[in-house]
């Protein structure tokens, strides 16, 4: 359920006084963590934290794919999530054979597009830094996927995505709004990136929101677009196309699909949607849905298309999926106004110059 949809803002309203408890139980904790009653661990290696103050739908993932793709080749990376909505629990380290219910989809997805990287999941990520580095001992970075919540390791490096369309300064406590911690706690953060910009977003604009988020002497603000590349197909690997002959039936089960559909709005010739909640476990009946809702449409050109944090979710299902023309749509952040070198200059420098 994707919880932006307006129809269901004035429901969330009347969630309202739950989110005072919710709000008091952060803030206790965070005063907590910045007098250090609760403390913070650090390791002697670059740890780079990837996360937002709201949940969901902010590119986490398409970021860490981007940190992983411009460092691969200079440095041994390794990356720790939390493995959300998997079958098990604790450190677990992804293998030749490992998949998604195992350690998750979004860590599952690094892994299967960069499979030279150690991709590794823990809870407790205090406790599973300590058994990534004992089996990876060369490790030189790690990148922490989620992780601006997780005060118990302290980054040495906070990357803070805020969605352009619901800025975290606009936004509330959950669960009548999306933030799951508190405005100010973005002072922890070194560098800011507002992602799911438009692309025609000019230099006012930028400098608007800029102002509003009004980042502290020591913070970067970056921007960012989505940019879609060319689809594949889920086993065959074979590209596809997407333009205004073809007719789409889209699949997804993630937090925040409108940026997709915006797309396709543009691109295809018109689109049907299947939408499950985030992270959803697709089963054998999901699968009948969707090749009989597929069935339905009568255009002649037409696909079915999901994302690739689906996909991973859904390649279980690959001698069945074979024969059928169901593509995966790839997606990457794109920085405007010239700033991914500077970005990327930024997170070289804090790795070389890191002593431990």
């Known amino acids: 359920m994707n919880l932006n949809f307006p129809l269901l803002r004035p429901i969330r309203m009347l969630l309202f006084p739950l989110s005072l408890p919710y709000a008091l139980i952060i803030l206790m904790r965070n005063w907590c963590y910045d007098r250090k009653i609760l403390s913070s661990s650090e390791f002697n290696l670059p740890i780079i934290g990837v996360g937002n103050l709201a949940v969901g739908g902010t590119g986490k993932s398409p970021m860490v794919e981007w940190l992983i793709r ?27 054979d ?15 597009k960069f499979p030279d990287v150690s991709v590794a999941v823990g809870e407790e990520r205090m406790v599973a830094i300590p058994q990534l580095l004992h089996d990876r001992p060369s490790t030189r970075v790690i990148i922490m996927d989620d992780a601006f919540q997780h005060r118990s390791v302290r980054a040495g490096l906070n990357i803070l995505l805020t969605d352009c369309s619901n800025l975290f300064t606009r936004d509330w406590w959950l669960p009548s709004g999306d933030l799951r911690d508190a405005p100010r706690s973005a002072r922890r953060a070194d560098l800011i990136v507002v992602t799911k910009c438009p692309d025609d977003l000019d230099t006012e604009q930028r400098e608007q ?21 060319t689809p594949y197909h889920i086993t065959k690997k074979n590209p596809g196309r997407v333009d205004d002959k073809v007719e789409v039936l889209l699949i997804t089960g993630i937090a925040n699909p409108a940026p997709l559909k915006r797309w396709l709005n543009e691109k295809s ?34 696909i079915i298309l999901t994302t690739e944090k689906d996909a991973v979710r859904l390649t279980k299902f690959a001698q069945e999926l074979e024969s059928w023309p169901f593509y995966v749509i790839p997606i990457e952040p794109r920085f405007l106004f010239d700033g991914q070198q500077r970005f990327k200059d930024l997170i070289v420098k804090f790795i070389t110059g890191f002593r431990s």
């Open 70 to 96: 411009e460092l691969k080749d200079e440095f041994e990376i390794a990356v720790l999530s939390r493995g959300y909505k998997r079958k098990t629990t604790g450190y677990a380290m992804a293998g030749p």
């Open 98 to 112: 490992t998949t998604a219910l195992e350690i998750g989809d979004e860590p599952m997805l690094f892994h299967t």
């Open 209 to 229: 929101i800029t102002r509003e988020i009004a980042p502290e002497p020591h913070q970067q603000v970056f921007f960012s677009a989505i940019q879609y590349g």
């Open 269 to 302: 010739r018109t689109y049907y949607e299947l939408s499950y909640s985030d992270h959803h476990i697709f089963s054998i009946d999901d699968l009948n849905t969707m090749i009989r809702r597929f069935n339905a449409i009568p255009a002649r050109n037409k």
